[in-house]
């Protein structure tokens, strides 16, 4: 199973960053957590580009349509989202692959609760299929924790385990044969 990370945040230091770079150290055989690398490239979303799409956007929307799931996670900022995950999913929202897409939101700091809610609300407006079991909030914020400590904290490796696992059983239930019934 393949998941695309993507991060709202472009600062060297974000903890949403270290986050899904804990995820993907975390992530168990069957599933590969890719982080997109490609968000700082992207240009502003314009409507009159999405039929040509510059290269930055196409290689984000080949890599979602590939990715079974997404894993995203953003800060807060002024009460609302991010430029950056908004401009990515500003870009998605036209794309027939984002629809029905199962999405594990994480939130690093459980007071940007705004934000969260936020994105949230613009993923159901894009169709996704946010994942609640897998959606967590970890208090991060003033943690100082490193990679390494956040993969042996119970509290921030365990979650991010079941939030994987959580997201990894909704992708195999999703994918599994409809039951035969028997016709009458």
Not at 22 to 28: E, K, V, Y
Not at 79 to 98: M, P, R, Y
Request: with cysteine.
């Amino acid at each position: 199973m393949n998941i695309l990370a993507l991060c709202g945040s472009l600062r060297a230091a974000s903890l949403n960053a270290a986050l899904l770079r804990t995820a993907a150290r975390l992530a168990p055989p069957e599933i590969r957590v890719s982080v997109f690398d490609g968000m700082a490239a992207l240009p502003l979303f314009n409507p009159d580009l999405e039929a040509q799409a510059p290269p930055a956007v196409q290689r984000l929307r080949d890599e979602v349509a590939a990715a079974d799931a997404l894993l995203i996670a953003s800060p807060e900022y002024a009460h609302g989202v991010t430029g950056v995950i908004k401009n990515a999913l500003d870009w998605l929202v036209s794309q027939e692959a984002f629809v029905n897409k199962p999405v594990a939101v994480l939130n690093a700091s459980p007071r940007a609760h705004h934000a969260d809610a936020a994105l949230r609300e613009t993923l159901r407006t894009m169709s996704a299929l946010i994942v609640e079991e897998a959606s967590i909030s970890i208090a991060l914020l003033g943690s100082k924790m490193s990679e390494s400590e956040m993969i042996e904290s119970p509290a921030v490796g365990g979650a991010l385990t079941s939030a994987l696992a959580a997201l990894h059983g909704t992708v195999v239930l999703r994918a599994a044969p409809a039951p035969a019934f028997p016709v009458s």
